[in-house]
């Protein structure tokens, strides 16, 4: 389609070429008709490849953009935890969205035009050749220095591309920073430091901005003026090979048309260029992003592993964040049917712990066992299937109460889903929320209270049903009654499961069959609550006021 289009364009300045040497010149009625008949069918056929052309260049573009976007996101799935810790929000979400809006658009207004360009710029180039070489040759004397510029500025547009990219993911990051913690802002009055950042941070980025726009505005007259260079030479030496006889009026004439169509597709290129400096810029950011490898992945021979029938052991574990030791050298065993819990001061590792038993991270040393099967061993699905958690930090997502329970189990009947919610002591709140299950619960939660959100998470992991339950910090943010609520259901766990409580409160781990006293990276005292609060100096200074706590509950 392309090639039909581009011939059809580059026909016409023949045309003008026949209508002065032959219709004007030899007064040539009949082809004067022939041609005028011709100009309408050659717009027509220009017009149906043109049309033809762009749909389906639109389609692979956009199908491209398409499988991109689908692919970016996929691959977000698959980083570690430590990607998300070392990259900020706004980071990932420009990458996800400012970029491909600028690759975008490079499909939608470069790539369309750009095969039936590039013809249209070799035929016309042919055209002149065969009308007249020497002039031909004049005119292509100066692409060398068209090039020159193209590549000097195009360099400029792609750096300051880049910069404001990064710069613009800044500003889409301190956006989502106000939107997360505004809250936090407007209690301390501190909305004018944060205004005041973002306008400087969105200075650099105006700055930036007038940096490629310089460069943008002075390509295209640039290329411009060195083409007019050859434009007046064609004419001067053109018009000398015309009086001279040398060369048909008409001809020349043909030839000025053929190099204003040869100039047209360069000035788009041009200005083709310019976004596709920018789409380079953003396709590098967008590559980079795809080729982070994911830290934690599934190993060579890994195995599905569908049931627990032992227990699960800590090896000698020990684990860093970048270089500051949180582990160290940690052994713990627990057998199936076994509820254990985790205590310690703030910091200890008791989560680090659960993100390894979870494979968020990987062990520096040591290793993690079910069954007497290293983790590693065991497909990452397979692993996170076999565990149900009720993470500190990540309790609900967007959406209805109905689909956030729904998680722990796509296809579970509706009956399940108010079984564990009943379970969970969930039921009854959400029974009486506006709209009940399907209440919106608002992004992040934010509609619900801690402890409601709590027991939302606790009805997913009950509703997932694994084998092993993690519940970590599960009561952190509950009343004493919810508290109490969430001791029963997990007392109410039946003995065919592993259940993992990390706790702050003596009450959620003094029935539980063992306590492990995490301490300095490493398991200081493990028992049961009465032995540990006489034997363990650390535990009783962890519990400070126990008895006074136990004599009131
Ligand atoms: N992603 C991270 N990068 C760097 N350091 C981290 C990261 N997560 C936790 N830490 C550090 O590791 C240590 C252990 O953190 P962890 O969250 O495991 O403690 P914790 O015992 O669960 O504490 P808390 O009871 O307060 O939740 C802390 O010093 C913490 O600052």
């Given at each position: 389609m392309a090639i039909v289009g581009a011939s059809f364009s580059i026909v016409l300045p023949w045309l003008v070429k026949d209508i002065i040497d032959?219709?004007?010149?030899?007064?040539n009625i009949r082809l004067l008709m022939l041609i005028s008949f011709g100009v309408v069918i050659i717009f027509f056929v220009k017009g149906v490849a043109s049309y033809v052309q762009n749909y389906w260049i639109s389609i692979a573009g956009f199908r491209t953009i398409t499988r991109l976007r689908s692919e970016l996101y996929a691959h977000l799935h698959n980083l570690s935890a430590s990607f998300f810790h070392e990259n900020p929000t706004g980071e990932v979400i420009s990458r996800m969205t400012n970029d491909i809006s600028i690759l975008q658009n490079f499909f939608a207004n470069v790539f369309l035009n750009i095969f039936m360009d590039i013809m249209i710029f070799l035929g016309s180039m042919v055209f002149l050749f065969f009308i007249h070489w020497k002039l031909a040759l004049f005119s292509v004397a100066v692409f060398p220095l068209v090039g020159l510029c193209i590549d000097y500025l195009g360099r400029k547009i792609r750096g300051a591309s880049h910069l404001l990219q990064k710069k613009t993911a800044t500003l889409t990051s301190l956006i989502e920073r106000a939107v997360t913690g505004m809250k936090i802002i407007q209690s301390y009055v501190s909305s004018p430091y944060e205004v005041q950042r973002f306008e400087a941070e969105n200075e650099v980025n105006f700055r930036l901005a007038m940096k490629q726009a310089r460069a943008k505005a002075l390509l295209t007259p640039l290329v411009e003026l060195v083409a007019s260079c050859a434009l007046t030479a064609v004419i001067w030496f053109g018009g000398r090979e015309v009086i001279q006889g040398n060369l048909t009026p008409g001809g020349l004439v043909a030839f000025l048309g053929y190099l204003v169509t040869a100039a047209s597709p360069l000035s788009s290129f041009s200005r083709g260029f310019q976004i596709l400096q920018q789409s380079l810029a953003s396709a590098e950011r967008i590559f980079e992003f795809l080729d982070i490898?994911?830290?934690?992945k599934d190993e060579e021979g890994s195995i599905e592993k569908k049931e627990v029938t032992r227990g699960l052991r800590i090896r000698d574990v020990s684990f860093s964040y970048q270089g500051e030791k949180?582990?160290?050298?940690f052994n713990l065993e627990v057998k199936v049917g076994e509820k254990v819990g985790i205590v310690g001061p703030s910091g200890a590792g008791k989560s680090t712990l659960i993100n390894l038993l979870l494979r968020f991270y990987d062990p520096d040393s040591g290793n993690i066992e079910i069954d007497g099967i290293d983790?590693?061993?065991?497909?990452l699905s397979s692993l996170r299937n076999l565990i149900g958690v009720v993470l500190q930090d990540a309790l609900v997502l967007g959406g209805t109460v109905w689909e956030n329970i729904l998680y722990g189990k796509l296809d579970a009947q509706p009956a399940e889903i108010f079984e564990a919610s009943k379970k969970a002591r969930a039921h009854d709140f959400v029974m009486a929320l506006?709209?009940?299950?399907?209440?919106?619960?608002?992004d992040a939660g934010c509609r619900l209270s801690g402890g409601q959100k709590q027991r939302i998470a606790i009805a997913r992991a009950f509703l997932k049903d694994p084998p092993i339950l993690v519940f970590d910090?599960?009561?952190?943010?509950?009343?004493p009654e919810s508290e109490r609520y969430i001791r029963e259901a997990i007392s109410e766990i039946d003995r065919s499961k592993i259940v993992i409580v990390v706790a702050h409160s003596p009450a959620m781990v003094k029935d539980l069959d063992r306590i492990v006293l995490l301490w300095d990276g490493t398991v200081r005292a493990e028992g049961s609550h009465e032995e540990l609060l006489s034997s363990c100096e650390e535990y009783r200074r962890l519990f400070g006021g126990v008895r006074e706590w136990q004599k009131s509950v």
């Open positions: 032959k219709v004007l010149l030899e007064r490898p994911p830290q934690v949180v582990l160290k050298n983790i590693r061993k065991i497909k506006e709209k009940g299950y399907d209440t919106n619960v608002g910090e599960a009561t952190s943010n509950l009343d």
